[in-house]
């Protein structure tokens, strides 16, 4: 039994909590309600916690002059790790989690019960702070509840705090259901809030020598799951605003606040140092002027970078036209295929942080455009985006769900134009293609289409369930049909890696039956899950 957390109980902590990850990640993964066979939150955090493991181990055990405890050295790898190898959202927010902290006890000479509950209270304020809109019911829930939990023993056993936090994490776990009402009618608890409730039993059973005795809830409901809501941004706001900001704590605090009044996508992080220090800034706005005004009044702003997502002009000032590069998500043989024939840089579907910002480096580009294709991945593009301002990058994400929209972006990239009208133009085109995945059921499910079981063929457009059929062909054919009704001039398909030979032909086929005047492309893609991508322009 520990009576303090140590650096040698930190390495035990990194390890234990990815090992319990590893036993439970199929679990995690299936307590994502949405019914196409993509849920990976468990397999998100195994993978963050994997690089924070890595970063550990890259230690040789030497402290820098000046620098915090050995076990706040220790934390600030697991943290750093943690956030380069973030995949997903739930990734991003269990870095900031560790990062807060990490930053809490750095320069603390024990870390005892009083200094655990404080050190959980800033990982709960930074997890906050990384969400644009936080939604209770979720993984910031879990890890809220375990803060006040460790707060309200007020206590200097380390062992009797950590069973505290863990004990009321697994109690919030529970009640998730009754704050989100997806979970409710899918009868889960929250997948993230359920990872972390396993990192904090391992930090249980390192002070303890003990694993916790509380089970860890996961009900399920007589009803068939519902269809969860795919995060995504507000499109409320024309202009993502993005600076450095040097300001002391309090001021950003208030700054925060005024943002927030101002727009949404808020995210203020910063670099851990006392008293003044450098803070990342993002928010989505309609008034620019306020949001910078707001970060003058708080401290000195730098690196303002202003990207228009409407059809108004950027305040951004003007930039030379060299040194830039688009890095691509692809999954997929064929689509990578493809965008590396735009020109530009390829990474691997579901990449982390790390793998991002490398690929953004190795371009050599000091503007430098993301398409993240995929909304979990949007996150991470976020923060690979904030890491490489710290470099000097120029970096801009235009939040595209799908990679017909990539397509469509890279299509209208003009070197001639100015950064920022390029990313405005390619965030249009993008904005422009419509987008459909064709995938078979992988559970019971009530969608807004109505009921479906495992192996239906789902028609999801936008992210939403339209249409549920037997046969492929007919559902693929189907839903452009119900696309083309809207309007269009250009459908895009690309068949996935286990597509039946002649599907895409056989699509095409039908569009120039029913809708002569619509030109089709079709393209092998090879990505997984999804048999039919469609873009409708």
């Known amino acids: 039994m520990l009576d303090t957390l140590d650096a040698a109980a930190v390495r035990r902590w990194c390890a234990g909590g990815l090992a319990a990850l590893r036993r439970h990640q199929g679990e995690i993964d299936d307590l994502n309600v949405y019914p196409v066979p993509d849920g990976d939150t468990g397999t998100n955090l195994v993978l963050t916690l994997t690089s924070a493991q890595q970063a550990l181990a890259m230690d040789l055990g030497t402290l820098p002059e000046d620098g915090p405890t050995p076990h706040g050295h220790a934390l600030r790898l697991m943290a750093r790790g943690a ?52 939604v209770e019911g979720t993984l910031l829930t879990v890890v809220a509840a375990a803060a006040r939990a460790a707060e309200r023993a007020d206590s200097d056993d380390l062992r009797a705090v950590a069973r505290a936090a863990a004990g009321e994490a697994a109690r ?80 950003v605090g208030r700054l925060r606040a005024e943002l927030a009044a101002l727009g949404d996508s808020l995210v203020v992080v910063g670099d851990g140092s006392a008293g003044t220090g450098t803070w990342n800034v993002h928010v989505h706005v309609n008034d620019v002027g306020a949001a910078i005004e707001a970060g003058v009044v708080a401290g000195r702003p730098h690196r303002i ?6 059809d108004q002009a950027a305040l951004a000032p003007p930039m030379a036209r060299d040194g830039r590069a688009a ?41 430098v455009v993301v398409l993240p294709n995929d909304p979990n991945t949007q996150a991470v593009a976020s923060a690979a985006a904030k890491e490489a301002h710290r470099l ?35 965030a249009e085109a993008a904005g422009a293609c419509r987008y459909a995945e064709v995938c078979y059921a992988s559970r019971e499910a009530l969608t807004v289409a109505g009921p479906c079981r495992p192996g ?8 939403e369930v339209h249409l549920i059929g037997a046969d492929l062909a007919d559902t693929c054919a189907a839903v452009v ?45 090879g990505q997984p899950y999804y048999p039919l991508l469609v873009g409708v322009e």
Not at 217 to 234: M, N, Y
Not at 456 to 463: I, N, S, T
């Open 172 to 251: 919030a776990l529970a009640r998730t259901p009754e704050q989100l009402p997806a979970l409710a009618r899918a009868g889960v608890v929250d997948a993230g809030g359920r990872g972390l409730c396993l990192l904090l039993d391992a930090l249980v059973e390192v002070v303890t020598g003990e694993s916790p005795e509380h089970p860890v809830p996961a009900p399920r409901a007589a009803r068939p799951p519902a269809t969860a809501v795919r995060e995504t941004g507000s499109e409320e706001y024309a202009y993502e605003v993005q600076f450095l900001l040097d300001a002391a704590p309090e001021a």
């Open 481 to 525: 049909d119900r696309m083309l009704g809207g309007g269009g001039e250009l459908v895009t398909l690309l068949s996935g890696a286990d597509a039946p030979a002649g599907l895409a032909e056989a699509v095409r086929e039908h569009v120039a039956r029913r809708w002569p005047f619509v030109e089709v492309q079709a393209y092998p893609g």
């Open 83 to 134: 956030l380069l190898g973030a995949r997903g959202n739930s990734g991003v927010i269990l870095s900031q989690i560790l990062r807060g902290f990490a930053d809490a006890v750095a320069a603390v000479p024990a870390v005892r019960g009083r200094e655990l509950a404080a050190a959980l209270r800033d990982a709960t304020t930074a997890a906050y702070a990384a969400v644009a809109r936080p």
């Open 456 to 463: 239906d063929v789902l028609a999801l457009v936008e992210g």
């Open 327 to 367: 890095v691509v998500v692809a999954a997929g043989a064929g689509i990578a295929e493809l965008v590396a024939g735009e020109g530009a840089t390829v990474v691997p579907g579901n990449p982390s942080t790390g793998e991002l910002l490398d690929a953004i480096r190795a371009t050599g580009a000091a503007r």
């Open 392 to 426: 000097g990058i120029k970096v801009s994400v235009v939040p595209t769900r799908s990679p017909v929209q990539a397509l469509a972006a890279l299509a209208v990239r003009d070197p001639a134009r100015r950064f920022e009208d390029d990313v405005i133009a390619m």
């Open 305 to 310: 970078s202003v990207t228009r997502f409407a």
